[in-house]
């Protein structure tokens, strides 16, 4: 493990800032969308925060939403690998989503204050702890693949079909891994949030 990261460590910072990046230009966003969209969004968040606290929603069909939405990014991070000529288009993966996180903190913290903080910690917080290292490392594995293929054409490296089966298996992995935060996502955190609505009427009622 200790080889792993010493032979990564330059790439997982170069992904890690490229994540950072797209949070920081994400959160810049906020600002510069105009009024009209913005008030669209705040409506679409209200009345999808008032389907969960009736709980008039299908959990099966989110999940599954979630799921291939998460195997379908690692299938494209795979194929970039493979391809080597769209291995850049990696980095704007990880770059896109810094900036839909970004994006998304920041709309509920300039929107609701205090409230779009505890939102976030309750709702968007839980599933991306296995989400957001997952694709920081498929990121990295994918990059440090391509470039070992382009050595491998350079006559630097040496190269066979057991490299592409443990990337494949790797890979197969953090699919897994996500699959777990694509539970989160839909069967905990929303009740956690839910909760935190809870608590927060209860607490008014009981401070007034």
Do not use: C
């Not at 200790?2 to 910072?13: E, I």
């Not at 299938?75 to 990696?90: C, E, K, R």
């Not at 839980?126 to 470039?147: E, R």
């Not at 630097?156 to 057991?162: A, D, H, K, P, V």
């Amino acid at each position: 493990m200790n080889t792993f990261l010493r032979d990564r460590l330059s790439l997982f910072t170069f992904v890690a800032i490229i994540f950072i990046l797209g949070i920081i230009f994400g959160s810049i966003a906020v600002k510069t969308v105009e009024y009209h969209v913005k008030q669209s969004l705040f409506s679409y968040f209200n009345n999808f925060m008032s389907s969960l606290n009736n709980l008039e929603y299908d959990h099966h069909s989110l999940v599954s939403e979630s799921i291939r939405f998460n195997l379908f990014n690692i299938a494209i991070i795979w194929a970039f690998v493979i391809s080597v000529f769209l291995m850049s288009f990696i980095t704007l993966l990880i770059f896109f989503k810094g900036f839909v996180m970004g994006f998304t903190v920041g709309f509920l913290v300039s929107e609701y204050g205090y409230k779009g903080i505890m939102i976030t910690l309750t709702a968007i917080f839980p599933q991306n702890i296995l989400i957001i290292p997952t694709y920081i490392l498929a990121g990295v594995m994918g990059i440090y693949l391509s470039i070992w293929i382009i050595k491998y054409y350079w006559r630097i490296e040496r190269l066979n079909f057991q490299h592409f089966l443990k990337y494949s298996f790797d890979m197969a992995v953090l699919a897994f891994i996500l699959f777990g935060g694509s539970i989160i996502e839909t069967y905990i955190s929303p009740y956690l949030n839910l909760f935190y609505g809870l608590l927060v009427r209860h607490l008014s009622r009981f401070i007034a």
